[in-house]
């Protein structure tokens, strides 16, 4: 059970926050992503992710820590962290081959609850209904937004299901690492593994084009921002109370990917955009208010 104290309260929202805005830099990063997506391969997209964010991250940690920040204590959960973030990302791209985009954040954003599964067996955290319910609105705003169809068990679905699984234990082996790590080796591993993977990947299927001047913006901007993404997610998730409290707030994404739409391609929100927005956003405020009361020891 959390304390009752001011510094409860302050990494509560303080970690709400840094997830809040992870998740905004992840859209924008989707944003650059399917820009880039009209001209360049995933793989030279993510290599090139992978390298801005390894340079940067490398050379941070090198700088402020020195050679011996590289190899941590917990050493093997950096690198199973940044399997599972390598394994998320690249079955995400494999769904969305096959499965439509409504389908695709259906099945996704259900990550939610496989963190609550997941904290409940390897955290040893306590979820009651309430919580439970929390997410479930979320959710059931993020279908009414969707409206997936599922019109057959594709491998797609399995992909995208997979996918969820890895992004579900990445965020639980956060809590398990902790917010002692330096803040650059949160993503130094991770960019390490897009690199060498990505890097022959692109290789070996042949796909690299050359660079055009006018997607270099667009490369510039992506890479910083999966790193900003990375860091802030990671950081939120180590310095939350508990998981559970803070994992409905993924459901944040898809209001900036509605916002972006709106703004970018003039995709103006339909009725039933608002309600399943509205749910989306009572479901956070909710997940809040209901940590505020068990702070306060009230029913």
Same mark, same amino acid.
């Given at each position: 059970?959390?304390?009752?104290?001011?510094?409860?309260?302050?990494?509560?929202?303080?970690?709400?926050?840094?997830?809040?805005?992870?998740?905004?830099?992840?859209?924008?990063? #989707?944003?650059? %992503?399917?820009?880039?997506?009209?001209?360049?391969?995933?793989?030279?997209?993510?290599?090139?992710?992978?390298?801005?964010?390894? @340079?940067?991250?490398?050379?941070?940690?090198?700088?402020?820590?020195?050679?011996?920040?590289? $190899?941590?204590?917990?050493?093997?959960?950096?690198?199973?962290? +940044?399997?599972?973030?390598?394994? %998320?990302?690249?079955?995400?791209?494999?769904?969305?081959?096959?499965?439509?985009?409504? #389908?695709?954040?259906?099945?996704?954003? !259900?990550?939610?609850?496989?963190?609550?599964?997941?904290?409940?067996?390897?955290?040893? *955290?306590?979820?009651?209904?309430?919580?439970?319910?929390?997410?479930?609105?979320?959710? %059931?705003?993020? @279908?009414?937004?969707?409206?997936?169809?599922?019109? #057959?068990?594709?491998?797609?679905? $399995?992909?995208?299901?997979?996918?969820?699984?890895?992004?579900?234990?990445?965020?639980?082996?956060?809590?398990?690492?902790?917010? #002692?790590?330096?803040?650059?080796?949160?993503? /130094?591993?991770?960019?390490?593994?897009?690199?060498?993977?990505?890097?022959?990947?692109?290789?070996?299927?042949?796909?690299?084009?050359?660079?055009?001047?006018?997607?270099?913006?667009? /490369?510039?901007?992506?890479?910083?921002?999966?790193?900003?993404?990375?860091?802030?997610?990671?950081?939120?998730?180590?310095?939350?109370? *508990?998981?559970?409290?803070?994992?409905? &707030?993924?459901?944040?994404? !898809? !209001?900036?990917?509605? +916002?972006?739409?709106?703004? &970018? &391609?003039?995709?103006?929100?339909?009725?039933?955009?608002?309600?399943?927005?509205?749910?989306?956003?009572?479901?956070?405020?909710?997940?809040?208010?209901?940590?505020?009361?068990? $702070?306060?020891?009230?029913?």
């Amino acid at each position: 059970m959390p304390d009752n104290s001011f510094s409860h309260k302050a990494r509560l929202l303080e970690a709400v926050c840094l997830v809040i805005a992870g998740y905004f830099a992840y859209s924008v990063a #989707d944003f650059c %992503s399917k820009k880039l997506q009209d001209v360049y391969g995933v793989y030279q997209i993510l290599a090139v992710c992978g390298i801005v964010g390894l @340079i940067i991250t490398g050379v941070w940690l090198l700088a402020r820590h020195g050679s011996g920040a590289f $190899v941590p204590h917990n050493l093997k959960m950096h690198l199973f962290r +940044a399997l599972l973030v390598l394994g %998320s990302s690249n079955l995400m791209v494999k769904s969305l081959q096959t499965l439509p985009l409504a #389908d695709f954040y259906g099945i996704t954003f !259900i990550v939610p609850f496989f963190v609550m599964i997941l904290a409940v067996v390897f955290l040893g *955290e306590r979820v009651g209904w309430r919580r439970c319910g929390a997410a479930l609105v979320g959710f %059931s705003g993020i @279908i009414i937004l969707a409206r997936p169809q599922f019109d #057959d068990i594709s491998e797609g679905i $399995v992909y995208a299901l997979l996918g969820a699984v890895c992004n579900a234990g990445n965020i639980v082996t956060l809590k398990k690492i902790g917010q #002692d790590a330096p803040l650059p080796l949160y993503g /130094f591993y991770v960019f390490l593994a897009f690199t060498a993977f990505n890097l022959f990947m692109m290789e070996a299927s042949g796909s690299y084009k050359p660079f055009e001047a006018a997607y270099l913006p667009y /490369f510039l901007i992506h890479g910083p921002v999966v790193i900003l993404a990375l860091l802030f997610i990671s950081i939120g998730f180590a310095k939350a109370p *508990e998981a559970v409290v803070v994992a409905p &707030f993924q459901y944040t994404q !898809i !209001i900036w990917g509605v +916002a972006f739409g709106w703004y &970018f &391609f003039g995709a103006m929100p339909t009725a039933a955009t608002w309600a399943g927005l509205a749910m989306v956003i009572g479901a956070g405020l909710y997940s809040l208010w209901r940590e505020y009361k068990i $702070v306060h020891n009230m029913n």
